[in-house]
């Protein structure tokens, strides 16, 4: 709990926004397990500020300099420990913030939590900064599941009330869902890119920020992977998907959609191509019981708008316990969801990597 | 993972459907603690089938025998296990399943991870009766919450297309949420009873089952509850929720509509209210950062439909290796959602003891 | 942490002494294992009370019924839960002992961590009698080893000043710790039972009790088990040696005796024998930087006297709040280790099975 | 497991002898702790070699850089991670060693288990230099407990067959624990340090080392910590130490010898004192039933010779296959014993935190 996740792919991150370093540990890495470094500085690159206009100007490298864990090239088998160097930092826009609380944010629920001793500056460890680790642990976990012949992707399924074409759960191809990764701005139908960043920009220009839903799928995972209960598939995709800020919530399949349906309309008929059993439908987002059953996993998450905003908030100063408006200035996110592919996909493979090797353990007895 | 939850209130659940008994060790209960057996009976019969029209009509007690753990009244400090005999198992209706897969079930996703061996009678331990242990862990939970001034309660949001009344999320009352409990077919608004069960007579008609949703709300939460990323309150909160078999999405506060709306109209503002801080709004359900702000705990969990149904369903014979057709018989809930009521109630009890005692162990070194 | 062991191979155990019933959950047993319960009921014998002359005269059948988890004879992958009902129960002999201490046994200590509300009968949760379910699993994990072709053996090394003659670290061999199972007393030279059993005779004359060393080995482990660190073999083995209530000191290979050595005394050097790298010597006890070596794993562990003995004893009345005597009534091993044997191999059998499970998940994704 | 240690004071370590860095990120800080770094870097120097002529001539500052979760001076609740460069390495001195197996060391077992791909140079991630983040942790749980009131403290028991008084388990002071932390060479009896030095020089001048014995307690630690069988004091007491490579026994009070001894002469007896309830004696090291009972923790730890020796030693060769001999140069302590003193404190600390946080999560929903 709280900064470490899994029993097999063991992540640890730490670090805050304003900090010297943010980084992770992972341990769990089999060794000799080659690591592409391009690859993971390419997915690093997905989620960096500064690089699109939906995003903040803040520009940082997030370049990891990896200290432990990797001899020439590969995996040791040891923790893999990375860093990232905090190089642009400007407190000073964050100084009236220690009192004031950001309505949205962590502000208050980390100060009585915390007694007053988190980091302030810039959001500390609550800091959508703090999800470069995930990112980083996602790329090392999505090289391991491509060796098994799984592939991840996502796009943007809405921003605002525009909504993207929707994945067709049936026959999703890794081929399509590696190519998507390849967008700053991955959309299935491409003719809603320009409303959607007038959406944006529409905020933006009332000092405002805006919401959106990411779709994610994975193809290749083998049916047996999860476990009824506590283990299952959706719990521990979505224990990492809510630990990403910003989501609050999160659909499997038909998702919120089902429970207005039938079964007859929900169950997923199945049936014999070419020898393997399959299903006709992907109502069930390819997990029943808590268990993969061979079908692409399809997932959901809803982001919310970015809550720093230049809007004057109504809100509380704790040093003088009177109510008072806030206008938070300095360089935010108009729309968070381009930026949060990448780490929605980042949850999903770090959830793979654990579920399949939990299910290793066992067997490995047998 | 797989059986167990949790590393303060630590519970870990077994049994199948008609094996000879299910139950649970609950470790982690504070010695000393008075437990109202009473209560515990109340939340399990909520939960027990043959109660309602909506359910199936098989009858079990399901009475608990606590065999350790509790000591004249109070518990022990040591693991309580509580043992529920099966009493009414009737497997012949079952026998057929072996082969056929059932589609919306776990039987072929536990068949391939299992290598056929488990046990295949009423659903095994995929069984929606497994859910049993689950409500009297959150019978437990919700004691030792109640003594801190916690109450939770839930309410049938939707059945199929028809929807009951939002919970206000600003002003959710105790005792309102007490007296949901007291109901079979709690619902904010009465009136909505009748065309919800006229729904489920439909469906039954049809041969057919209904989904729906079920909100779920705590107060007296203190804030700063819960932690950053990996153990954030929604994610503790959903990995239990996602436990609960037929669970397809969980949104916490707006959830996906969330997704829709810009900053100004998703965050809450906050102000003073009798020198205490609070919020105007709750879009965000209580939780911002993974942590409690004190306001009350608000989310909805999706319920698909019972898979179980009399129609005739395409499916594969894995013994002939062939396309087939299926049609179950047996007792089956043609809406699973009151039943369901309780157990979403009893998974964010389970998740609020948790977090609770989670912070409490950071605490009391300082 | 408390009543749970493992992330693999996942054991909860539960109950009182006195109470209705002890038992325990595995979480982890591969699906389609055949479980021999004979085997286990031949272990459990062996830990049983009443069947020599060195142990206590109650009479507990310890017989499991297993409740879930199990199928056609087989395991079904899911929580297998065992009862061990609690027939002979004669609380009567305890009832001073609520507020005179026993000195040597947990009363004190458990009456401040309990507030006073542990069970007070027989040890509670404290007592001996909870090794049972230790035993249970550990010869289910026994099983699931000897499939991998490893066997586990030990023997009494020492009762009080009494010592059996020491294994030889070097070969020593699966048939030979197999016979050694089938002995009530097991011994590498028999002529050590004759003064070993008239040193506990003249305890128990002297009302007073006698401890001793166990000597445990596995053969078969394959080399590369284990973790540097925390997962080291010995860490693992010792947490669940030291789990054993009555052991006080924990020795792998050459143990205490080591640090009175010089280096070219101490490593083992390696050698090819048939193509195989293999040890010279085995001071390190099969085990080096954590992990196996391929060598047999040795281990002694110390067992203390008996704490309840008849003689008169100086204590604490805590109702009284004054100093007093006490002399324990009641039926007490003069010796416990004998019976211990098959606790101290149990507690080796799961850990090796919660490390080699270990070493699978990781390995599953290379 | 591996890498990471405990369920409250979560610690996390990393690093290869001759990597860029080692380091360790601790979870679980109650945030607003005032970090005193000045005496984490005097406990630091105390385990940093090149300072004692017992020890190798490889200097290295270990100067920790903390790079997250202090803020201002103090923890902010978040995880905190600290970086050791590793600014001296000669990796040169080890070539030779990738092949040939070094006797004692962990070469062969990390060898299999991470298939030739671990970092060979230093002894990688099995190198003792990776207890400077355990002594770290140390230093930061030794913090937390002093602000309780419990004091720890160890001495050098035995080097070879030199022994030191023993510490008397009834009446430990907490000054005296102190002031033993302020030697290089801490011992009890001062008359042994020529002798002691002496050993160690004759091992040294004939190419060996020897190993020794290290004596530690704790003080002030209240009843009631820890908790039976798997959460026992010394379940997770030994779990830490027997993670420091080297050790290869472990006891608690009398250990060993308490197998020799008799209920009258191992039991402790208990009596009134100035209204408190206390023992006449401490064979069981403060510990029954797993149990902490108000008495000074004690224990001790043998450490074997350090395997680094000049002297010829028999191994084998993995690239040609084929028996070779070894002389190890470079430089390596003669007896590593002084140098783990700190580090066997600092494995008692940080279990002691955990135990001691653990105990608090439950208590805090009574």
């Given at each position: 709990m709280r900064g470490s996740f899994g029993q097999h792919f063991r992540l640890t991150i730490f670090g805050e926004s304003h900090g010297d370093a943010i980084g992770m540990v992972i341990d769990g890495i089999p060794a000799g397990t080659p690591l592409d470094e391009a690859a993971i500085a390419r997915d690093m690159a997905r989620r960096a500020?500064?690089?699109?206009?939906?995003?903040?100007?803040?520009?940082?490298?997030d370049r990891v300099r990896i200290v432990s864990g990797l001899f020439e090239g590969r995996a040791t088998g040891t923790p893999l420990c990375g860093l990232i160097e905090n190089t642009n930092t400007r407190s000073g826009d964050y100084a009236q913030l220690r009192a004031k609380m950001r309505p949205g944010h962590a502000d208050y629920a980390g100060h009585v939590k915390y007694g007053g001793y988190n980091d302030p500056r810039g959001g500390g460890h609550f800091s959508g900064r703090i999800t470069a680790p995930l990112v980083f642990a996602g790329a090392v976990a999505r090289q391991l599941l491509a060796a098994k012949g799984i592939a991840i992707g996502a796009h943007i399924a809405a921003i605002g009330d525009i909504a993207d074409d929707p994945l067709d759960p049936v026959c999703i191809r890794a081929d399509a869902l590696i190519r998507l990764q390849q967008s700053r701005f991955p959309l299935l139908n491409p003719a809603k890119e320009a409303p959607m960043r007038a959406a944006v920009e529409a905020a933006k220009a009332d000092l405002d920020s805006v919401g959106g839903v990411i779709e994610c799928a994975a193809v290749g995972v083998p049916a047996g992977i999860g476990s009824p209960f506590f283990g299952s598939v959706e719990s521990v995709v979505s224990q990492l998907l809510f630990s990403v800020p910003a989501v609050k919530a999160v659909e499997f399949g038909d998702g919120m959609a089902i429970a207005q349906k039938r079964a007859s309309d929900a169950n997923d008929a199945m049936h014999y191509e070419n020898g393997c059993v399959t299903c006709l439908t992907n109502h069930n987002g390819g997990v029943t019981g808590g268990i993969t059953n061979g079908m692409p996993i399809v997932l959901r998450a809803a982001v919310k708008p970015t809550p720093s905003i230049a809007r004057v908030q109504q809100t509380v100063d704790l040093m003088t316990a009177e109510n008072t408006t806030l206008s938070i200035a300095g360089r935010h996110d108009p729309c968070i969801v381009p930026r949060a592919v990448v780490v929605i996909e980042s949850a999903l493979a770090i959830a793979l990597c654990e579920l399949m090797m939990d299910n290793a353990s066992t067997r490995a007895m047998q």
């Open positions: 500020p500064g690089l699109d206009p939906t995003a903040t100007s803040r520009k940082e490298p």
